[in-house]
């Protein structure tokens, strides 16, 4: 049972990931750690978060996931914070 759940969340995290990333897969470094690529071969994972390396196959995904929620955590904080809509005692900024 418990191996059918974890079989069940592995899925629903690998679809949620390629409906991002069309043809996305894993693939094996040379140090024996896994990564998720997209379609094109680029690496989803982004460098800058230094991330340890994933030394399996679930924590590649995982690693992908995290990437892509803090991706879209900066963007939506960037769009928040837009000049456009800062306010200052001249009134709207246009």
């Known amino acids: 049972m418990r191996d059918k759940l974890a079989k069940r969340e592995f899925a629903k995290l690998k679809r949620f990931i390629q409906k991002r990333h069309p043809g996305a897969y894993t693939i094996e470094r040379l140090d024996k750690s896994y990564a998720v690529v997209d379609g094109n071969g680029i690496s989803i994972?982004?460098?800058e978060l230094l991330l340890?390396?994933?030394?399996?196959?679930?924590?590649a995904w995982e690693y992908?996931?995290?990437t892509n929620w803090f991706s879209n955590m900066i963007r939506k904080s960037n769009n928040a914070f837009d000049e456009?809509?800062?306010?200052?005692?001249?009134g709207w900024k246009e």
């Open 52 to 59: 340890p390396p994933a030394r399996t196959v679930r924590k």
């Open 84 to 90: 456009s809509k800062v306010y200052t005692d001249k």
């Open 45 to 47: 994972v982004d460098p």
């Open 64 to 66: 992908a996931k995290y």
